[in-house]
């Protein structure tokens, strides 16, 4: 079981940065994949980024590639992080970070295992 509680979501000027936080508790951290998805009003869930159990490879959707950052602390803060700059309007959305347990895709919603409760994101333009 593992339970993941995101944070730092909140309302930007076009062009702002945030930092989302997700920590996680439960089974241990540096053993599995975590992603962050958002959805919009009316659209379906996307993929946004994802990195693997001990950061060496991330992966970022084409609309966030040099903007958003993936990133996760495996010692005593056991976090994933996206650091997200230069944003957008079309970036609003509520953000959902999510353990991979078991190997699969990265990109798809349906191989991730557990997710937070999410944190909206409101950037203004």
């Known amino acids: 079981q593992v339970r993941l509680v995101e944070s730092g979501g909140g309302l930007v000027q076009a062009g702002g940065s945030l930092r989302l936080s997700c920590a996680a508790s439960?089974?241990?951290?540096?053993?599995?994949?975590m992603g962050w998805f958002r959805q919009a009003p009316g659209k379906e869930r996307e993929f946004v980024a994802a990195?693997?159990?001990?950061?060496?490879?991330?992966?970022y959707a084409d609309s966030v590639k040099g903007r958003f950052t993936i990133s996760r602390d495996n010692n005593a803060k056991n976090t994933v992080y996206l650091q997200m700059n230069t944003l957008k309007p079309e970036d609003t959305a509520v953000y959902y970070c999510a353990a991979d347990i078991r190997p699969g895709s990265y990109y798809s919603s349906r191989d991730y295992d557990y997710w937070g409760q999410g944190t909206r994101v409101t950037v203004s333009s």
């Open positions: 439960g089974r241990t951290f540096s053993t599995y994949a």
């Open positions: 990195i693997n159990w001990n950061g060496g490879n991330t992966y």
